[in-house]
Structure formats: structure tokens, C-alpha cells
């Protein structure tokens, strides 16, 4: 089948490759406009627009999904369908455009996790399975029509890194499964049954741990923003300037009549912060302009004597 390509991350350039590298053609790869980034301000191109250049592939990157010259140099292309992994949301004017419509490959065992963040929030909620599913897009986020769905155990120590990138890989063999299927007619869609739950876009005021919490419930949401956005604690130093820390690993100790919050540091190799029940110890951090570090080299280079937990 002739496919459109809809993606941004690197999440999408799995499946991207899968589909190039298969029976169907890829005419089109529809990616975001370039952005300014970093310091100098220089122009990044996005993980998708780097593989089609790399690969020469045709590019498209519409600043408005609506815009009439987009709409028709889409269509110009004559796709039988289009396939859409880690994008923003298309208008029907373009996910009802081809005769075979449009699918999306989605990070969860929907109606699990509908959102914008299912694999920080799969981790973060202690789930113990998630996966990958394919479905056809309607006027509803996330809610369309599933086509086939793979499954994978959470690991214990599972980080959001580790499940992106081991669902990454399963969704490319699934989409190119899923265009198979469409293909020879032996796939049949099947509405959501089940309970929904949300994942919605995590923000930077998300990301603050509560040391209120139990000590796997940290745990949880310490690995389920690990490495990106990071889960933060915020420190004040005995100058009273408050420093947040990005929390990266974390390893966690049962204990009775805890006064959470309550910061123990030995200036060595233990950072330890009180919970409900218990203690966290923080084993890689880092803090703005710095490098991430395990705790034993933050601690050289770093004086906390004084330095109390911003609550």
C-alpha cells in the first residue's frame, strides 16, 4: 500500500523504518516544523525529518494541518492510507482523506492510558503489563476503533527510558502488521470496551515528589519520569536560595515513625530523604547547568551540610 507518514520523535522513527523497510511504499513523511533550541538558538529538526532526509524520503511540514496547499499536496500523493505514531491531532479533513482512512499506533493497551503521556503514567500508577495497540482514528482522542494490540510485562525496576524504547520496537513490527492486515482484509476493528484512564501531557509542575507518599509510590514516580522530564526535589541552601534537583534513580528503605520530609546527608555517599513509612535515597541527580551524577561523585563536588528540603 502507498502511506503517508505522520510522526516527530524518535518514538515514531521505529516504525517509520519498519515501514520503509517492507512491502508497502512510504510516498510522504508529514513532520513538524523546524524549531530554534539551546542557547545559540540553533535550528533542530525533528527525529522523523532527519530520517526522511537521510533517506529520501518526500517531506511535509505543514505549520497549520487545515492550510488549503497542504491539504492538497497531501492529496496529490494519492495514498491508500495514512499512518500516524507520536504527532499531533489531524483534523478529519486529513484523517478521512485516504480510502483505507487512518491509524495511529499508541504506547498502551488501550482504552488504558488514553493521552498524551501513557508510558510515564503506566509506571507511575504501578501497573504491572501495558503495550502497544494500532486503531483508526475518529473525532475523539484515542477512542477510535482498535486493529491489533501486543502485550509486555512493566519490569520492577522499569524506568520510562527502558518501556519507550522496548515499545518503540514493538510497534514497529506491529504497524507493519496492521498494514498487512488492512491490506488483505483480515483485520476487523473493534470498538473500546473496558475501562478508560487518563495519561494526560505531564508538566514541569507535575514533576515535583511528594515525600508524603509511600516509599514504592516515589519510587514509582521517580522512574516513571526517569530520564525525561525528571522527577525534581527542591533544596534550600543555609543562604535560603532554593535549588531544585532533577531525580533520576532512587532506592528506597521500609522504617516506623518517619517524619517525611526530614533530609539525612553523611557528605559521602548518602542522600537520604524521609517518607510515610520509610526512606528514599537518591542515587543519580543533577542540578541546573550541571551534569547528571550518581550520588557518590554529586557529593564530592557538592557541600549539602545545612541544606534542608524545600516542602
Request: contains cysteine.
Amino acid at each position: 500500500m502507498r502511506v503517508v507518514f505522520f510522526g516527530t520523535p524518535d518514538f515514531a522513527v521505529e516504525s517509520l523504518d519498519a515501514i520503509v523497510n517492507s512491502s508497502h511504499e512510504v510516498v510522504a513523511v508529514v513532520t513538524v516544523p523546524d524549531r530554534q533550541a539551546g542557547r545559540g538558538q540553533k535550528v533542530v529538526f525533528s527525529a522523523v525529518k532527519q530520517y526522511a532526509i537521510d533517506h529520501d524520503l518526500p517531506l511535509l511540514q505543514p505549520e497549520k494541518l487545515r492550510d488549503e496547499e497542504f491539504l492538497a499536496a497531501l492529496s496529490a500523493y494519492n495514498a491508500d492510507i495514512f499512518v500516524v505514531v507520536a504527532f499531533r491531532m489531524l483534523p478529519e479533513a486529513v484523517w478521512n482523506m485516504p480510502p483505507h482512512g487512518t491509524f495511529n499506533l499508541h504506547a498502551s493497551l488501550l482504552p488504558r492510558y488514553r493521552g498524551a503521556a501513557p508510558i510515564n503514567w503506566a509506571i507511575i500508577n504501578g501497573e504491572k503489563e501495558t503495550g502497544v495497540t494500532t486503531f483508526m482514528l475518529n473525532h475523539k482522542i484515542d477512542e477510535g476503533a482498535i486493529l491489533l494490540q501486543e502485550r509486555t510485562p512493566i519490569a520492577a525496576d522499569e524506568t520510562a527510558e527502558t518501556l519507550h524504547d522496548r515499545l518503540a520496537a514493538m510497534g514497529r513490527g506491529l504497524v507493519v502488521r496492521t498494514l498487512d492486515a488492512i491490506a488483505d482484509g483480515s483485520v476487523m476493528p473493534l470498538q473500546q470496551e473496558g475501562d478508560a484512564c487518563p495519561a494526560p501531557k505531564i508538566f514541569k509542575d507535575d514533576c515535583r515528589i511528594d515525600f508524603t507518599r509511600m516509599p514504592e509510590e516515589v519510587d514509582r514516580f521517580v522512574r516513571g519520569l526517569s530520564p525525561y522530564p525528571a522527577a525534581v526535589m527542591v533544596m534550600r541552601s543555609p543562604e535560603g536560595v532554593e535549588i531544585p534537583f532533577k531525580v533520576y534513580r532512587v532506592k528506597t528503605e521500609k522504617a516506623e515513625n518517619t517524619k517525611p520530609g526530614s533530609v539525612f546527608c553523611d557528605g559521602k555517599k548518602v542522600l537520604k530523604v524521609a517518607v510515610s513509612a520509610g526512606f528514599v535515597n537518591v542515587l543519580e541527580l543533577q542540578i541546573a547547568g550541571k551534569r547528571k551524577n550518581n550520588i557518590e561523585d554529586f557529593l564530592r563536588g557538592n557541600s549539602l551540610n545545612g541544606w534542608e528540603l524545600v516542602k
